[in-house]
């Protein structure tokens, strides 16, 4: 990698930094001349089930360790969404490289945090072709400034990371769903601010209105009614308990069903992999987080024809439109503006993506500090540039 990284300098190639490619489609198109794959990266090189630690390499495949880790019953608590499928490609070619460098964080968020959050340490090389290390294989041992979530979310445009060591937690025994059918998006926000104020410990909060409800593969939701959708999860006598407060904490919300767990787990797949807009072919597709007591005013100002569904308990909309993207930027983030939030652009043609910004524009003074951080890890601009700014 540091070869790699040198040649690029001499050179001066600018290098389009992907792991199997799966989210190539998301983010601006970029300024690279070069492509540095990490797919051959790939392995797990330290699991210990006990100590509720892995280490693997950037282009091990998210579906290898989701295999290993429930061989010991347990589970990447972040949830991370397998979007290959949304931008066209196969199901299960994420890379752990490409799920902590877009912050790839599932329903579960609510209640485990972010991607970045499970990151104790990585290796890396940055763009002057420096090998470094920042965390460690517990959390008492990260000091000093948190590079490991400095570069979550950097779209590979600080560093290539080459190694990333994750804390890992049990899988739930139980994951069981309550269903509440209603009409309104304004009800839904009340119904999951009701839930998730509750002591009954929610580990997802979502809403489907009718158009993305039928789209599931399960049978409950296939009569056309929109549906909050509530998961609890733990040891069985546990989530039985919770589910029978909840659904009496709901009475008067709506008509209530059960989801058992197979069920259950298929939905909350489909929510996580934004699998209702996959078919919509390259239909914009927008992610807009706000305070979840927001959600329903963006939606209000969403088109007659656009497609939308909450996770988060409404702080994500997953929206999804056919109108020009241009004009629909606009709307969108002068909404997201009034209620403060952020709005990205995750898929479009390359065309629009060239002209539209696919991330929330920064301040001034965010773009002075995004400008810097580029400067310092990689100033000649050999990694992803343009990637998320352009001449960044």
């Not at 997802?204 to 789209?215: E, H, I, K, T």
């Not at 020009?324 to 898929?347: N, P, S, Y």
Request: one cysteine or more; glycine letters at 10%.
């Amino acid at each position: 990698m540091v070869a790699a990284v040198r040649w690029a300098i001499a050179e001066r190639q600018a290098f389009a930094v992907s792991g199997s490619g799966s989210k190539l489609g998301w983010g601006r198109p970029g300024e690279q001349t070069a492509s540095l794959s990490l797919s051959a990266l790939d392995g797990i090189d330290l699991y210990e089930p006990e100590e509720l630690v892995l280490s693997a390499r950037a282009g091990t495949k998210i579906a290898e360790l989701e295999q290993r880790l429930a061989q010991h019953g347990q589970q990447l608590a972040f949830e991370p969404p397998d979007l290959g499928p949304l931008f066209g490609g196969a199901a299960g070619a994420g890379t752990l490289g490409g799920a902590i460098g877009c912050n790839l964080s599932g329903p579960r968020r609510i209640a485990a945090g972010a991607a970045r959050d499970h990151v104790l340490g990585f290796s890396g090389v940055n763009g002057l072709a420096e090998p470094f290390k920042a965390g460690g294989r517990v959390v008492k041992n990260v000091t000093g400034f948190d590079l490991s979530k400095l570069l979550s979310g950097s779209f590979g445009t600080l560093a290539v990371m080459t190694q990333i060591t994750l804390k890992v937690l049990p899988a739930p025994e139980e994951a069981q769903s309550i269903l509440v059918f209603a009409a309104a998006a304004n009800a839904a926000i009340e119904i999951m601010g009701a839930a998730l104020r509750s002591p009954h410990e929610l580990s997802g909060a979502a809403y489907l209105p009718a158009r993305a409800a039928v789209r599931s593969r399960v049978a409950a939701l296939a009569h056309g009614r929109s549906v909050v959708v509530l998961r609890l999860e733990g040891a069985a006598p546990s989530v039985a308990a919770r589910r029978a407060a909840l659904q009496d904490l709901l009475r008067g919300h709506g008509d209530i069903a059960e989801l058992a767990t197979p069920d259950s787990r298929v939905l909350w797949r489909e929510i996580r992999d934004v699998t209702p807009f996959i078919s919509d072919g390259m239909r914009a597709v927008w992610q807009v987080s706000v305070p979840p007591a927001a959600g329903a005013t963006i939606v209000a100002l969403a088109s007659a024809d656009d497609d939308v569904f909450f996770d988060w308990g409404g702080g994500r909309i997953w929206l999804a439109s056919e109108h020009d993207v241009a004009t629909t930027t606009i709307r969108i983030r002068a909404a997201v503006a009034a209620v403060g939030g952020h709005a990205t652009l995750v898929r479009a043609t390359d065309a629009v993506r060239r002209t539209v910004p696919v991330f929330q524009p920064p301040s001034r003074a965010e773009a002075v500090l995004i400008a810097r951080l580029k400067d310092n890890f990689d100033p000649h601009r050999i990694l992803n540039p343009g990637r998320m700014y352009e001449g960044l």
